[in-house]
C-alpha cells in the first residue's frame, strides 16, 4: 500500500506517526535528528502553542517543540 | 572500515598533578545539581577568554580527601556544536582550546527517564578515547515513570563505571567518588563500526588531524568524525582552527558527497542512533505502561490555549509584585544604613576634600546603585528559579510566536520582560538563548523596557506636569502607562529594525526541549542567585565607583568662594559647566542648562535625576513628599523670565528618559556581556540619538500647536 506522507506541521494535535522524510543535507536539521528525530521515529504530536505555533512533539519519550515553518521540512506517515 | 584502535587502559593521571575530570551532559539532566554537590562552595566561576560563556571549575574531593579540579561544562545534546556554548565543551573535550587544558578523564551525566537521547552524546564522548565515568541521573524519577533502568547491565555493555544517583538529595555520591578516585579506570568497550560510504573520509581525515594539525590518534578519530556533522559556522574565539590541509580534505569530500547525493550527516547520526537502540534494549525494560505524567497533567492547564495566558499573567504579576514589595525593605535599608555610614565617615575625618570624595562621592554614588542589589536579586532568583522548574521553557513556547513577529524567539521574552523591573538582570539572563544574534538584538533592546530607575523621574515629571488637584489619577495612570508602551513598542521596533539590518541571518532550527516540570532546588537556585551578583559586582562594580567619583569631582569642582550654597556651588561647578556647554544641544528639546546636569548625573542610575534636580532648584524634598521639589520646579524660569517646566517640557523629558541610555551599570554589564566595547558604545548611541529625536518632534510639534 502506497503510504501518504503529510507535512509534521499538518499532521493533527494527538495523532501518531513516522518520520519518513528530512530534506537532504540541510545542515540546520541535522540537530533535530541528533535529538533523535530520524527517519523510522515514532512522534506524537502533544500540542500546539496557544497561538498555533510552535509545536510540540513527543518523540523517544521526551517533549519537543520546533516551528510550524521547520516541521513543514519533515514528511511524514501517520500512524492509526 | 575504519576499525577503532586497540584500546588499552588509559595511563592515571600523573600523581603530582590534580586529576582534572570535565562534567558534561544534556541540558535539563541535573549536571548543575551534581556539580554543586560535588564541589559545593568550592566554585570558580568567569568567562572563557574572548567569548561570552560561563567557565566554571570545583574542586570535589574524593574519599581520601585528595583534591579533583571539576570543569562543569556548558549543557549540550550533541558535540557537534551549533552555539558559542557548545562550541565550548566541544574544544575543550578536544583539547582546542589553549586556556583550558584537556581533561583527563570525562564524567558524563546522564536523565535515566530519557536514555536513548542522552546516550547519543555519551556515544560521541566514548570515541575521544579517554576514561569515562557514566552518571545515571533521576533513577528515582525513571522508577516513577515505569522504567526499569539496568545499571549493571549497561556497565557491561559499555565497559565503564556506571553509577546510579540522585543528585538532588545526594544519593549515589559517595560511589561516585569512590570511582572518581580510582586510578585505574577503564576504557570504553566502544568498538562501533563508521558506516561504509563515509568510513574512508574519516581515515583520510584522521591521518590529516594526526599529520598536520598534530592530533593524537584517537583524538584524531573522534574529532574527524565530528568534522561531519558540524556545523562548523559556530567558530568561537580561544579555539585553534584547523589546518588548511585537513580542511580542504573536509571540504573535499563534502562537495564529492552533496554531487553524489549522500547524505553524510544522517548516515552518522544514524547509525550512532541504531547503536544506542541496541543498547537501550538491554538496559531499559519498561514495566507495563503508565498514564500521563504528572508533567503532561501541568502542562494540559499550563499550556492550555486559555489557562496559558493566565497563568502566565499570574507569574509575571506574582514576579513584580514580590520584585516591588520584598525589595523595598532592603532598598530603604540600604539608603538609610549608606547614608549612616557617610555621617559616620564625616564624624571622624576632618574636613576636606577627601572626606567628600569618600562620602559623596564614593559612599553616596556606589550607594545610589547597591540600592538596586535587593531587586537585581530578587530577579535573579525569580529567574533561577523559572528555569530550574521548567516553566522557563514554556513561557517561551507559549511567547515564541508572538517573539517572531519581530524576528526574535520566544527565549528573549522572560529577559525582557525582567527589564521592566531592572535591564541588569535581564541581558545577563540573555544567556539561555542559543542563537547570538537573537541574543545581541535582546541585549540591544533590553534597556528600552522602562526600569524601575526611571519611575521617580516618571513620577516627578508626571507631579510637576499635571497638578494634584484637578487632575484624575486615571490621567495620571494613563500618562505613566504611556511611557511604559513606549518603552516597549520602542523595544519591539529597533528589535524588529536590527534583525531586519545589522543582524539578518537565516532564521536558524528553532527547536527546544520541553523537560519535565521538576521541584526546584532551592539550594542551586540561591547559589547560582549570589553568582550572579557577585559577577555583577564585581565587573560594574570598579566602573561604578569610577564613575561615581568622576561624577562627583564634576559637582563639586571648582570650588565656590566660602558661604555659597550648595546651589550656587553646583552652579559654578564642571558640571553646572558641562550643563551650559550642553544647553545648545538640548535647547531644541526645551531642556537648560539646570536640566543637563541632571541628564549628566543621571550616568550614576537615572533616579539620581530627582536628587540632583533638588540641589538645582534648592529644595528639600523626599522620596515621600515631591511637593516641595514639584513646586520649585515650577518657579524655575529661563533667563527672559518663560516658564522652564512647561507641561510640553515635562513630557519632552519624559520621552527623553524612556529611550536615552543613562545607566552606568548596564552600559558594563553589557560590555561584559558582548565581551569589548563595541555594542555598549553602538547602544548608548542609537538609544540616545532615538531619545534626542523623538524629544525634539515631541517639543517641537507641541510648540507648533501652541503648547
Known amino acids: 500500500m502506497a503510504a501518504t506522507l503529510l507535512k509534521l506541521s499538518d499532521l493533527a494535535v494527538g495523532a501518531s506517526a513516522t518520520v519518513r522524510e528530512f530534506p537532504a543535507q540541510d545542515p540546520a536539521f541535522i540537530r533535530l535528528r541528533e535529538m533523535g528525530l530520524l527517519t523510522g521515529t515514532r512522534i506524537t504530536l502533544v500540542r500546539t502553542a496557544p497561538l498555533g505555533d510552535p509545536l510540540e512533539i513527543k518523540v523517544r519519550g521526551y517533549h519537543l517543540t520546533l516551528r510550524k515553518i521547520d516541521a513543514a521540512h519533515v514528511l511524514v506517515e501517520p500512524v492509526s | ?707
Not at chain 2, 538532588?168 to 563508521?194: C, F, I, K, Q, Y
Request: glycine share 8%; net charge positive.
Open chain 2, 1 to 707: 572500515m575504519a576499525q577503532p584502535p586497540h584500546f588499552s587502559p588509559a595511563p592515571a593521571p600523573s600523581g603530582s598533578r590534580t586529576p582534572v575530570y570535565a562534567l558534561v551532559g544534556n541540558p535539563n539532566c541535573g549536571k548543575s545539581t551534581l556539580f554543586n554537590a560535588l564541589t559545593g562552595l568550592k566554585q570558580k566561576v568567569g568567562n572563557y577568554p574572548g567569548v561570552t560563556v560561563e567557565k566554571k571549575v570545583g574542586t570535589a574531593y574524593s574519599q581520601h580527601g585528595q583534591p579533583i579540579t571539576v570543569i562543569d561544562l556548558p549543557g549540550t545534546y550533541s558535540l557537534a556544536a551549533r552555539s558559542p556554548d557548545e562550541a565550548v565543551t566541544r574544544d575543550v573535550l578536544l583539547g582546542r582550546r589553549s586556556d583550558t587544558a584537556q581533561p583527563d578523564r570525562i564524567l558524563c551525566i546522564v536523565d535515566a527517564t530519557n536514555l536513548e537521547r542522552n546516550l547519543y552524546l555519551v556515544h560521541q564522548i566514548l570515541d575521544l578515547g579517554r576514561p569515562v565515568i557514566l552518571v545515571m541521573n533521576m533513577m528515582d524519577l525513571a522508577a516513577e515513570a515505569g522504567l526499569n533502568v539496568r545499571v549493571a547491565r549497561l556497565e557491561k555493555e559499555l565497559g565503564i563505571p556506571v553509577i546510579a544517583c540522585e543528585a538532588v538529595n545526594g544519593r549515589g555520591l559517595v560511589e561516585l567518588r569512590v570511582a572518581m578516585s580510582r586510578s585505574d579506570l577503564p576504557l570504553a568497550r566502544h568498538a562501533w563500526d563508521v558506516p561504509a560510504p563515509i568510513a574512508p573520509a574519516v581515515s583520510e581525515l584522521a591521518a590529516s588531524l594526526v599529520e598536520h594539525d598534530r592530533k593524537l590518534p584517537l583524538i584524531a578519530r573522534a574529532e574527524a568524525l565530528l568534522l561531519l556533522t558540524d556545523q562548523d559556522s559556530v567558530r568561537v574565539a580561544g579555539s585553534t582552527p584547523l589546518s588548511p590541509r585537513t580542511a580542504e580534505i573536509l571540504r573535499g569530500w563534502q562537495q564529492r558527497w552533496a554531487a553524489e547525493g549522500t547524505d553524510w550527516a544522517g548516515t552518522l547520526v544514524n547509525s550512532r542512533y541504531e547503536a544506542i537502540g541496541r543498547i537501550a534494549s538491554e538496559v531499559v525494560l519498561r514495566a507495563g505502561t503508565v498514564g500521563p505524567s504528572l508533567s503532561d497533567k501541568i502542562d494540559a492547564v499550563v499550556t492550555h490555549p486559555v489557562w496559558g495566558w493566565l497563568v502566565l499573567g499570574c507569574v509575571m504579576t506574582l514576579l513584580f509584585v514580590s520584585i516591588f514589595t520584598l525589595a523595598q525593605a532592603p532598598m530603604d535599608w540600604i539608603g538609610t544604613h549608606t547614608a549612616l555610614l557617610a555621617d559616620w565617615v564625616k564624624s571622624r575625618m576632618p574636613e576636606g576634600d577627601l572626606r567628600d570624595l569618600i562620602t559623596d562621592g564614593a559612599i553616596g554614588g556606589v550607594g545610589s546603585v547597591v540600592t538596586f542589589l535587593p531587586q537585581i536579586l530578587i530577579l535573579f532568583f525569580f529567574i533561577g528559579l523559572l528555569e530550574s522548574t521548567g516553566y522557563m521553557a514554556r513561557a517561551a513556547f507559549i511567547m515564541d510566536r508572538l517573539m517572531s513577529r519581530v524576528g526574535l524567539n520566544g527565549k528573549s521574552f522572560i529577559p525582557l520582560l525582567s527589564s521592566y523591573a531592572c535591564a541588569i538582570p535581564g541581558i545577563m539572563a540573555t544567556r539561555t538563548i542559543e542563537d547570538s544574534k537573537d541574543r545581541l538584538v535582546t541585549i540591544l533592546v533590553a534597556p528600552l523596557m522602562s526600569c524601575s530607575a526611571r519611575l521617580p523621574v516618571y513620577l516627578l515629571m508626571i507631579a510637576a506636569l499635571l497638578p494634584n488637584d484637578r487632575v484624575s489619577l486615571g490621567a495620571k495612570v494613563g500618562l505613566m502607562l504611556l511611557m511604559y508602551a513606549l518603552g516597549t513598542v520602542g523595544a519591539f521596533g529597533f528589535a524588529w529594525l536590527f534583525k531586519r539590518t545589522l543582524l539578518r541571518g537565516a532564521p536558524p532550527l528553532m527547536i527546544m526541549e520541553l523537560p519535565p516540570y521538576r521541584l526546584p532546588g532551592l539550594k542551586d537556585v540561591a547559589l547560582q542567585m549570589f553568582e550572579r551578583a557577585g559577577i555583577f559586582l564585581r565587573r560594574a562594580g570598579t566602573v561604578i565607583l569610577g564613575i561615581s567619583i568622576i561624577l562627583w569631582f564634576l559637582a563639586a569642582y571648582p570650588k565656590a568662594p566660602a558661604g555659597a550654597t550648595p546651589t550656587q556651588q553646583l552652579a559654578q561647578s564642571f558640571a553646572g559647566r558641562a550643563g551650559h556647554a550642553l544647553e545648545p544641544v538640548i535647547k531644541p528639546l526645551g531642556f537648560d542648562w539646570q536640566i543637563g546636569i541632571g541628564l549628566i548625573s543621571s550616568f550614576a542610575a537615572r533616579e539620581v535625576f530627582v536628587s540632583t534636580m533638588g540641589v538645582v532648584f534648592n529644595a528639600e524634598s523626599s522620596e515621600e513628599n515631591t511637593a516641595p521639589l514639584r513646586d520649585a520646579l515650577k518657579a524655575a524660569r529661563w533667563p527672559d523670565g518663560r516658564v522652564l517646566f512647561t507641561p510640553l517640557v515635562c513630557l519632552s523629558l519624559m520621552v527623553f528618559y524612556v529611550f536615552a541610555m543613562q545607566c552606568m551599570s548596564t552600559i558594563a554589564v553589557v560590555k561584559r556581556e558582548t565581551n569589548g566595547w563595541k555594542w555598549p558604545v553602538f547602544q548608548t548611541l542609537y538609544m540616545t540619538g532615538t531619545a534626542w529625536v523623538l524629544s525634539f518632534i515631541v517639543y517641537q510639534t507641541g510648540h507648533v500647536l501652541g503648547f
